[in-house]
């Protein structure tokens, strides 16, 4: 499996609270990626960063926000969650060019109360 | 604009037997890779096949192969010998934005694959 990291794996939080979900990786890559994964399964791009102080967001629409200061680290921060932030949220990460492979993180399962 | 469809929410198969997951996308570009990833229950998500748009030959690993028809915009996976730990969601994967754009992947919705045994 690949060398991508993150916690919590499982986190329930009531309305209001600031969370920051953690995504580290040991591989060197520049690019990282998170993706919102809907009880439906759905995948969609919410974050990305070519590189360090670099940070773009995808096509969904998100309220969090994210951070990359050292290369290996891409936290992802909710300042205030409420219940329609429940979701899987998968970080990934890839070397090079957009061909290249994508290598994800176990995921964290988010529930706000 | 890319889009990628997948039209089988849930395919069964029976253990050993084989399975085709189907895969069509929309793309306006000529050369591209193509990907299916798969994401086992509560597990890390995988890649399992890539595709080179620009290569005539289909790509195969293992059990794992592809039925890529570019003019049609068609890529489906075909598994072999189906085992019970092929069971898992398979995603067909573009890298690119559907709002544009070439980082990130546009996944298609997700085939969830039973093997029964």
């Known amino acids: 499996e690949a060398d991508i990291y993150q916690t919590p794996r499982y986190l329930v939080i009531g309305t209001g609270k600031k969370i920051t979900l953690e995504c580290s990786q040991t591989?060197?890559?520049?690019?990282m990626y998170w993706y919102q994964q809907d009880p439906g399964m759905e995948l969609h791009l919410i974050h990305y960063?070519?590189?360090?102080?670099?940070?773009e967001k995808g096509d969904l629409s998100s309220e969090s926000t994210v951070s990359r200061i050292r290369t290996e680290h891409f936290p992802l921060t909710l300042e205030s969650a409420r219940p329609s932030h429940t979701s899987q949220y998968l970080c990934?990460?890839?070397?090079?060019?957009?061909?290249?492979?994508?290598?994800f993180g176990p995921g964290t399962r988010l529930l706000v109360l | 604009a890319q889009t990628v469809t997948q039209s089988q929410p849930e395919m069964s198969v029976q253990e050993a037997e084989t399975v085709t997951l189907s895969c069509t996308y929309d793309?306006?570009?000529?050369?591209?890779?193509l990907f299916w990833y798969k994401q086992p229950p509560s597990r890390q998500m995988i890649l399992v096949i890539r595709?080179?748009?620009?290569?005539?030959q289909n790509a195969t690993e293992n059990r794992f192969s592809v039925n890529f028809q570019k003019a049609a915009k068609s890529f489906s996976l075909k598994i072999s010998d189906s085992q019970l730990g092929d069971a898992a969601m398979y995603f067909c994967?573009?890298?690119?934005?559907?709002?544009?754009?070439?980082?990130?992947?546009?996944f298609g919705k997700g085939t969830h694959l039973i093997i029964q045994p």
């Open positions: 994967a573009y890298p690119g934005r559907s709002g544009g754009g070439a980082d990130g992947l546009t």
């Open positions: 793309t306006s570009e000529s050369d591209y890779y």
């Open positions: 595709q080179e748009a620009y290569k005539q």
């Open positions: 960063s070519y590189g360090v102080n670099s940070t």
């Open positions: 990934a990460s890839s070397e090079g060019p957009a061909q290249e492979t994508q290598y």
């Open positions: 591989m060197g890559h520049d690019k």
